[in-house]
């Protein structure tokens, strides 16, 4: 660790010990979503007498861990010192807390009554509704979702409403409206940001894919899919009998591979994780082509011929130590699955193998790399994971639990030069390319 970094950290460990954290220091750790630390402080410390704008901070974290009830404490606690206190997030994610803490009513009343407060064309209504949107997808109620979700994309803020028409796509594909959720995919262009771009792709695709496609492909009470309870996950098999591995032996070793992983990530998911097991590449014949993972929905789509721990990697990973992540991308998520992914390779040599022959100067330089966004040699997805894996491998060498629990939770690279200090971390990158790259 870097030197300036030590004596920060030295600093907020004292401070954390002998006195409530102050503002810039709480600031701080929500600027890097390091939540359970500021939870962690404001169960040691008494801030009933804080300033409203610390008990904001808190009411945040708690929201974001998902402990509802607490999160509605802190924020009630800010508004009684300051009726006018709360910035426009918290007041969302206060009233998100009351929907979330079963009290629907409450939550929908009050988000109702901000939007229109500020008109139903304006940035914070189209904010607003997009939330609420969202709660109803959550709660699986994909007529009010749409409802909400289609005032919010009326709004010209582009950057603001891309990721509300992938969430407005979901919504009809839940109700069954294949026509209109196509309608919406295709209002989206390349300009919508990871991780929606990806899923977008695979929601189109797999409706593409077959003419009389049908969303029940993976509709769980079809008798076409066996269904088997694990302890931590929930199988759906389209063929339990496959020659050489049997539902049994699969679900030993998946179950298996799954407490392996979380003992690393320590995921708390809002489900139980369902699985789709098919034996070929797309599921059911004539459907979805598989391999990929729903975190939203702790789903994943799996062929037999996947590895054991790629996919429950995605989805346990996505739900680590209790929290959604900030920001994901490309090179650490699918490194991350390809580094626990339960095989006996050796993931430094697969990467170096796959870098012969690549032009690339720099692990930096495909970060976020898709194919058709290139600029480098096209790199293919085999090549792309086993050097993704390479290097998620190596740098989880160099991080201290706590260090990759921050960088897993925010994968931008300006968040890991943070977590690792500038020195070090351009130590482990240099070290990586030059042992690595040219060899
Ligand atoms: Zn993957």
Known sequence: MENKYKILFFFLSISFSTRGQSFTELKLMERHAWYPIIIKSAQKKQYIDSPSRILEIIGNAYYYARKYDSAILFFNLAISKDSNSLSLTSVINLESSYFLNNQQERGKTRLKTIAKKNGIDSFVSSFIYGRLGLLYLNINKPDSAIFYLEKSVISKNIKLIRNYYYYLARAYLLNRNIDFCMKILKKLDSSVYYPYDKLSKILYDSINSTQNYKYNLFNPSD?????????KITYFFDDTIQSNKNANVYILEHEKAYNKIDSIFHSDPPSKLTMYVCSSMRGQADGISVGHTDPIANVCYVGRWQTIGHEITHAISYWGWGYRPVKLCRLINEGLSVTFDMQVNDKIINGKNALIGCRIQSIIDIWDYFPEQGTIPVL??????????????????????????????NQSIDNIYFVLGRENFSNIINDFNATYMYK
């Open 223 to 231: 008798p076409k899919w066996k269904m088997i309870s694990g302890d």
């Open 380 to 409: 293919n997805d085999a090549d792309y994971y086993a050097i993704a894996g390479a290097f998620v491998s190596y740098l989880y060498g160099k991080c201290t639990r706590d260090q990759f629990e921050k960088i897993v939770k």
